[in-house]
Structure formats: structure tokens, C-alpha cells
């Protein structure tokens, strides 16, 4: 057992060590590698039909997550991701942790880089904050969300998602509704769907759509109505902290719900839907479309495993899964 | 208005600089003679009796900087700058005088917290330091502080600064009672239900990287409502730090209709563009925040024009742990003192943007006449307040560098040209390198 793994890691170790990389931002990923990844998300779904469902890729490796906001599906994926790459995982949350007694973000993160880990996984309220992890340890650095500015496994996972249900991506026409304001969701996606040739149209209430977004290579519109033109339907979560009294974002959930909402009757047969969780149900999404056949909700999930692992094995490993992929399938 | 220690002046010959001084109609390779600290000569082949002698060969010699808009912490924060270290700080960037602001722990805005600090700077500045007080009492914006004693006790000026006077109406009884001082009221213009919770400037750029946007509208419309409350009251005020497009427009059309307003600018807005900011390094996090490259070019358009007379840099010194968090966590402000002369000079007079006579006059006259403090003049008889500057000498900017006790500066590895080689304050030779 012991010497099967040896000989497996030697032989996906590239020879020289590789330069040191991070997955912080969509916009420090071309579309190769948005190719790359989502091939071997793809491996890594085929692997996960198996019985035993575990790969001993990254066996020996430590990946530490630190998430200092409240996340169900993106840690629960990414400790999974870790897990049946065999690698080692330690989770810390905010509360109960240091920063409950007012240790910086710095402090904490040259604490764990300590352990020498081979990977930080990061979710942080403020934006910027991978970036500074990456500069005071030596791991590589993921980004689970940095305020309101990146979620770049979750663009990925929402392109693995959409090309499995349409075939393609280049040429997609996606409209996002809702928040776009203060969605990390959003900015990544529509750089996302940039770079693989999509098109992106934002739908939203005017205080929440910020002002210069149309610079990221997208349209902005307050009209619902041009959701019908979309292959894929993106609902963001209306962020019900962010609508505190005297915000007047919008006068109230309820007149977001009748004016932006996403109703079956808002939308077109066949179109696809999507919502990066968690629903607010009677809010920005109609409970009839969130159950809907045509809602891709869960299917989104499972791809969040298979593509955080892609991330995870491709940061640790340098380079394409490719030839070899099979090889080391088999192997496991 | 301007507060140092009782020193004897000096006797100095700065020999053959290229002086250059275009309100006294200067620019010629000239010995300068400071006798007990007065200009005495101008002249070539000046004899320099038992003077100390400093070279000029190569080297450019204008009058010195002011600074009418400096954050020296003290009190509450001395960690961060003290008045000897923000002094030193000064005279190594080529000021002969520098204005603190009031916004301290405690607030400047009792006869006694001002005469606790001139007596400080009486026995420990560097250079000359004036202070300005606040206008309304804990910078809270509800009730005017004692101008008249606070003025009497030598406040150079007024300011709330870090603070916008919010109602329109306290804002009136401002101006109105300033004007009773005799000394300049200066705004920190910002409508903050506009800018509330704003990280930097709102557009393209914010919108991609998910910060909250502090527009430009929230400055140019309490711009607008200040310029309007002066006219109304035929009252002198300064503008600080202005940042935006529209600012400078209104700021233009007011002087041109009669308003006694200055205006300022800092070297980063001079700079810089919000496009920076994407590199999230906490050091380009101030307010005003960056703005577009369309506000930047109305703000040196605004710099030549004479629409803005006054360079400062708003020099704002924090704590290095402070800074180091992430962008949104840090708080506003980066320093300046040090590095003023060398970044405008690389940034915008070699690469032809603006004259050099430009850059020395609003660094210097400018700042000056904005709070009649007495302009520095390389004259006979005027006191000796001279720069000596190195304009092709090339450096790094590194912490090392520092004499300020902090190091949140933006020029932070960069190399910049440009370099102040001496600094003649009140007659004293306060810097040499």
C-alpha cells in the first residue's frame, strides 16, 4: 500500500518544484485554465461514481480552511474535496477561535502557515483578505469568497454546471438577477463567462446594480422582462442583512419579490436555472421554479465538490490531469 | 501663527545653485548670502566670510515649502508621529513650515489643548508649525468652539477637518463668525449619506472589485453648497484635499465670480488614478479617495490654471499594524511629507505635464497667501527660507528612508527623481543629505 502510493506520487509530482500559485481571482486565470480545470473536475466526477470513492492523490498534504463567515455548502465541499483526495484537513472558524480574542487576520494566518500547509482555503467578510494570507505564508492560497469582491470556485463550478446541462459555453446568453451589488457570486461569474465567450446581462433593482459595471463586458438592465431571452437564468440570494431599515435599497422584500422575483410565468420553457444557495424561497425565487425540472440548484452542489477537487489537485500538482489522468484513476 | 524653538539664526552661503524664484522674478546661477538668518546677498562670487558654506553647483535653490495641511497625532497618537518627528519629517521634504490639524485625541478645540501644543512646538519642532483648531467642539459638528480665544491663543486657522460641518446653517455661522477671527476657515467637503461606509472612488473600477463606492458627487456637492454659503456671506475659505472633476469646476466658476476661495490638492490625487487600487495595497486607501483618470486630469488642469493655488499632502501617518489588514479594514490615509517634491516632480514636471515653476509655486506661495502666513522670497531682506533641490538625482523610495515615526506611504519601492539635498527654515539649516 504504502509502496503503491510512492511510486503514484512520484509519479504525478512534476520534477522541479512548481512556482507557488493561488486560485484569489477569476481575473488571474485565462481561459486555459478554465479548460484545464474543468476537465479534471470532469475525471474527478467519473472517479466519484466508484465504489470507494476516495483518491490517494494528495495524500500527505495538509489543506487548512479558515472561514470567518458562516458557510454551509463552500467549506462542507471543499473539507469533502480535500478528504477524498486523502489529503489532511483542519477547519477553523472565527468564533471560538483566536480572532474571538482580537487577533488579526496576519497573526492568525502566520499561525497556521506555521503548520506548513500545503494549502490555505480562505473565507473572509473583507475583500483582499486571501492576498494577505498569500503574502505571510507560504501555501498556496484559495479563495472561498473575500467580502464582495471574488468567489472564483464558485464561477467554476457554476461553468462545469452549465456546460454539463447545455454542452457549451461559448456563445451562452446568462442573465444574473437580483443583488449584484453585493454579490462576490456575480463579479466572478461575469468574468467568468467573459473569458469562455458567454454573455452576460444583469437584471436588478437600480441601487443594486452598481455603477460601472458594465465595464466587466456585460449589459445592465432594470427590466425583468429580458430574463425570457436567457439560455440560463442566474438568481443571486437577496441578502436580507444588507436590507436593513433606512438602506431603501429597494422600498421592501415584498415590491423586490413583485418586480424582480423569479416567477414561471417571468420565464420561458426550457430555460435553465440557477442559484448559487442559500434560496431565500418566495423572495427572489419562486418555490415553483426552485423545484422546477429545469432548476440546476442541486446539480450545482455536486459540482462544487468535483471542482473544488480539480482546484485543490491542480494547484498542488502543477499542470494538466491529461494523460496520466486515467493512470491514476486506476491506480486509486 | 507659526511656533518654533528660540534659536540663533545662522550664517549661511549656498554657492552656485541655479535660483530659481518666479515671484521675485529669479532664475539665474547666483550665491545666496544668509546673514543671521535674513537674506543678505545675492551675487556671484559672493564672499562667504566665516559662513557655512553648502554647494549649489548643480542643484536648484527655491524657496522653501509649506504644508498648511499636516496630521502630526499629538496629541493621542504619538506613536504614529510626534511634533519633533513630523517637523524632521518636513524639513527632509523641503518645508519650511507646516500647519497640524486639530482632529488629535483630545480635539483641538480649547485654548488650553493649542497652548499645550505651541508650547511643544516652542521647545522641540524642527521648523516652524502652526495649528489649526477645530471649528466645532469635539468635531462633532453641533456647536462653534471658542474661535475668538482659540485665535487669540494662535490658531492659525480653522478646520474640521476629517469631518464635513453637515448643516448648512452651523456651516453659515462658521464662515460668519470666522471672518471675526481674521483667521481662514478650511472645509473637508464630503456629504457622507453619500459616501457612507464608500472604500474609494465609485465607477468601473469599484464595481469589479466589490467596493463600496464613495462618488464624486458626495465632495463637488458640499463643494457647491460652501462656495454658495461664501458668496452669500462674502467670506474667505479654503478647500481641502479636493479630488473630483466637478470640484474644481465650481471652485473655478466661484473665483471667477468674485469668491475668496482656495483650493488644495495632495500629490496622491495629483498621481494617481482609482485604477491603483487594484493591487488592494492599504497604503492607496485615503479620503478624498483616487478618483478617475478624467478627475485627475481636471485636477492638474486645475493646478496650472491657477484655479488651485495650494499643494499639501494631507501627510497622514498610521500605524504599521494598523495598515497591515486587509484594504477595507485599514483606516484612511497615507503620509506625504518625505516624498511630496520627488513624486510630483517624477509624476508630472520631467514628463513635461506641468512647469517646474508651477510645482514650486504651489508648494510654496500658494499654501502660504491660502493662510497669510508671509510667503517664503529669495529677496534681500526676506527671511532665509530655502530649498535645495538635487533635480536628477534618482533614488528608491524604502521604510528606511523615513524620518516620519511612520511608513504608510504609496511610493513605497518605487523609484522616483528628484531628491532635497538642504532645507533652510526660519533662517536655520534644518535638513542637509
Avoid at chain 1, 469533502?80 to 483566536?98: F, N, Q, V, W
Wanted: hydrophobic share 40%; with cysteine.
Amino acid at each position: 500500500m504504502t509502496a503503491d502510493i510512492r511510486v503514484m506520487r512520484e509519479d504525478l509530482r512534476p520534477p522541479a518544484t512548481p512556482p507557488r500559485r493561488h486560485f484569489i481571482s477569476i481575473k488571474d486565470i485565462t481561459r486555459e485554465d478554465i479548460e484545464r480545470l474543468l476537465a479534471t473536475a470532469r475525471t474527478f466526477e467519473r472517479s466519484l461514481e466508484r465504489e470507494v470513492k476516495k483518491l490517494p492523490t494528495l495524500k500527505g498534504r495538509l489543506v487548512i480552511n479558515v472561514f470567518y463567515e458562516s458557510s454551509t455548502r463552500t467549506s462542507s465541499s471543499f473539507e469533502l474535496a480535500a478528504k477524498r483526495l486523502s489529503a489532511d484537513t483542519m477547519s477553523i472558524k472565527s468564533s471560538g477561535s483566536s480572532v474571538d480574542k482580537g487577533e488579526s487576520l496576519k497573526d492568525t494566518a502566520i499561525t497556521l502557515g506555521a503548520y506548513d500547509p500545503d494549502v490555505i482555503v480562505i473565507r473572509h467578510p473583507q475583500i483582499g483578505a486571501p492576498q494577505l494570507v498569500a503574502r505571510v505564508t507560504e501555501a498556496h492560497v484559495v479563495n472561498a469568497g473575500d467580502g464582495k469582491h471574488q468567489h472564483p470556485t464558485q464561477a467554476l463550478l457554476d461553468l462545469y454546471t452549465m456546460r454539463e446541462a447545455l454542452g457549451r459555453l461559448e456563445g451562452l446568453h446568462v442573465a444574473i438577477v437580483g443583488d449584484v451589488l453585493h454579490s462576490r457570486v456575480a463579479r466572478s461569474l461575469i468574468q467568468a463567462l467573459a473569458l469562455v465567450g458567454a454573455h452576460v446581462t444583469l437584471v436588478g433593482p437600480p441601487g443594486l446594480l452598481p455603477r460601472g459595471i458594465e465595464e466587466m463586458g456585460c449589459e445592465a438592465t432594470t427590466e425583468i422582462s429580458t430574463i425570457a431571452g436567457a439560455d440560463v437564468v442566474y438568481i443571486l440570494r437577496m441578502q436580507r442583512e444588507r436590507m436593513q431599515e433606512g438602506a431603501n435599497y429597494v422600498p421592501s422584500l415584498r415590491e423586490y419579490t413583485a418586480r424582480w422575483g423569479v416567477t414561471p410565468e417571468r420565464l420561458r420553457p426550457g430555460q435553465k436555472v440557477m442559484h448559487p444557495g442559500p434560496m431565500n424561497r418566495g423572495v427572489e425565487i419562486d418555490p415553483r421554479v426552485a423545484d422546477h425540472a429545469d432548476a440546476l440548484i442541486e446539480t450545482q452542489v455536486r459540482a462544487g465538490l468535483v471542482t473544488r477537487m480539480a482546484v485543490l489537485y491542480d494547484l498542488l500538482t502543477n499542470g494538466p490531469i491529461e494523460v496520466k489522468t486515467e493512470s491514476v484513476l486506476e491506480v486509486a | 501663527m507659526l511656533f518654533g524653538p528660540e534659536q540663533t539664526k545662522e550664517n549661511i552661503v549656498v554657492r552656485g545653485a541655479r535660483v530659481v524664484d518666479p515671484v521675485a522674478g529669479i532664475d539665474a546661477v547666483l550665491d545666496v548670502r544668509v546673514d543671521d538668518g535674513v537674506i543678505a546677498a545675492l551675487g556671484t562670487d559672493l564672499d562667504t566670510n566665516s559662513h557655512r558654506v553648502i554647494e549649489g553647483e548643480g542643484l536648484l535653490l527655491a524657496p522653501a515649502f509649506v504644508d498648511p495641511h499636516v496630521h502630526l497625532r499629538t496629541p493621542g497618537r504619538e506613536d504614529e508621529e510626534n511634533i519633533v518627528s513630523g517637523t524632521a519629517a518636513a524639513a527632509a521634504g523641503g518645508y519650511c513650515a507646516i500647519l497640524g490639524m486639530p482632529n488629535t485625541d483630545p480635539v483641538v478645540d480649547s485654548a488650553a489643548t493649542l497652548g499645550s501644543l505651541i508650547e511643544a512646538a516652542r521647545a522641540e519642532a524642527g521648523i516652524p508649525v502652526g495649528f489649526l483648531a477645530a471649528i466645532t467642539k469635539g468635531q462633532s459638528g453641533a456647536e462653534l468652539t471658542e474661535m475668538g480665544e482659540l485665535a487669540a491663543a494662535g490658531a492659525a486657522g480653522f478646520t474640521d477637518d476629517g469631518m464635513p460641518i453637515a448643516a448648512p446653517g452651523l456651516m453659515r455661522r462658521a464662515l460668519q463668525y470666522g471672518a471675526v477671527t481674521g483667521r481662514r476657515i478650511a472645509l473637508h467637503c464630503e456629504e457622507t449619506t453619500l459616501s457612507r461606509d464608500g472604500q474609494m472612488h465609485e465607477g468601473a473600477v469599484s464595481a469589479e472589485l466589490g467596493f463600496t463606492g464613495y462618488p464624486s458627487v458626495a465632495e463637488s456637492l458640499m463643494v457647491e453648497r460652501d462656495l454658495a454659503l461664501a458668496a452669500y456671506e462674502r467670506q474667505p475659505l479654503h478647500l481641502l484635499h479636493l479630488s473630483a472633476w466637478e470640484s474644481v469646476q465650481a471652485l473655478r466658476r466661484a473665483r471667477a465670480e468674485g469668491v475668496e476661495a482656495t483650493g488644495e490638492v495632495t500629490p496622491h490625487h495629483l498621481c494617481l488614478t482609482d485604477e491603483a487600487i487594484r493591487s488592494l495595497d492599504s497604503n492607496l486607501k485615503m479620503n478624498p479617495p483616487l478618483r478617475s483618470a478624467s478627475d485627475r486630469t481636471a485636477l492638474i488642469e486645475g493646478l496650472k490654471d491657477g484655479t488651485i493655488t495650494v499643494i499639501a499632502t494631507d501627510h497622514a501617518p498610521h500605524a504599521r499594524h494598523e495598515k497591515d489588514v486587509p484594504f477595507e479594514a485599514a483606516p484612511f490615509g497615507v503620509t506625504g511629507l518625505e516624498t511630496a517634491f520627488a513624486a510630483l516632480y517624477t509624476h508630472l514636471v520631467d514628463p513635461g505635464i506641468i512647469k517646474l515653476e508651477t510645482l514650486l509655486d504651489r508648494m510654496s506661495t500658494g499654501p502660504a497667501q491660502a493662510y497669510g502666513l508671509t510667503e517664503p522670497r529669495i529677496a534681500v531682506g526676506s527671511h532665509a527660507n530655502l530649498v535645495l533641490l538635487d533635480l536628477n538625482a534618482s533614488y528608491r523610495i524604502t521604510e528606511e528612508t523615513f524620518r516620519s515615526r511612520s511608513v504608510n506611504s504609496w511610493l513605497l519601492g518605487d523609484t522616483v527623481k528628484g531628491k532635497v539635498r538642504a532645507t533652510i527654515a526660519a533662517g536655520r539649516l534644518a535638513y542637509s543629505a
